[in-house]
């Protein structure tokens, strides 16, 4: 509770405190992502929606925040664009949607933050039909080892104070739970990375 009254307090400032990051180092992750998106979509952990702008209009989204602050300015951005989507209060840990309900599951810069986040991932395979894309961004440990060591300090005082992880790599989750990794990219001294990956189907032939 403590970490979602964190983030409760983050709403109103928070588009205005990623807009350094968002240009320093995301580069066009959003669009790349979002792009990838088909068919009947999940974006968990959807904060204030900066996602929103970026899906295909064919897209049917639902998007799930834990944070009713947050996802008010979802709702206001959403109206904004004039997207529908179906913004619910929810937690990644556990979703209320039926095994393999989406064909697109999408988790931008949230697992970071997320507690747990091998069960969110779980969670996140879990809602996803077999053969279904898996699309996530997140800032990483990085390639380079002096800047993961300063990581490290830096994830000395966010744990703690904001539950924020800097040395997290959900990729080697992904693969090990049989995804297969379509696209890759990793930039910013391996800090950012970005994939696409496809739940095995097994219910073929
Ligand atoms: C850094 S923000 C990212 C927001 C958005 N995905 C983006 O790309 O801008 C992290 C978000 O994850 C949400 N969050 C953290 N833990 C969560 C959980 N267990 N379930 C749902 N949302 C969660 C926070 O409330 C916050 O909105």
Redesign the pocket.
């Known amino acids: 509770m403590r970490?979602?009254r964190y983030?409760d307090r983050q709403a109103d400032s928070y588009d205005r405190q990623?807009a350094f990051a968002e240009r320093r180092f995301f580069a066009d992750t959003r669009p790349w992502l979002c792009g990838q998106a088909v068919g009947d979509a999940l974006e968990?952990?959807?904060?204030?929606g900066?996602?929103l702008a970026h899906y295909p209009d064919g897209v049917r989204l639902t998007g799930?925040?834990?944070?009713a602050p947050?996802l008010a300015v979802a709702r206001r951005r959403a109206d904004d664009l004039g997207r529908q989507v179906d913004l619910q209060q929810?937690?990644?840990?556990a979703l209320r949607f039926a095994d393999g309900r989406f064909d697109t599951v999408v988790?931008?810069?949230?697992l970071c933050?997320?507690?747990d986040e091998r069960i969110?991932l779980a969670e996140l395979a879990r809602v996803l039909r077999p053969g279904g894309l898996l699309l996530l961004a997140d800032h990483v440990a990085s390639s380079s080892w002096p800047v993961r060591v300063l990581q490290g300090l830096v994830d000395a005082v966010t744990v703690p104070l904001s539950g924020e992880h800097y040395r997290r790599r959900p990729l080697r989750r992904v693969r090990a739970m049989g995804f297969t990794v379509e696209r890759h990219e990793r930039f910013r001294l391996g800090i950012i990375e970005r994939l696409a990956a496809r739940k095995p189907d097994l219910t073929g032939p």
């Open positions: 970490l979602r983030w990623m968990v952990a959807i904060g204030t900066l996602n799930v925040e834990w944070s947050m929810g937690d990644a840990r988790c931008t810069f949230a933050g997320i507690s969110a």
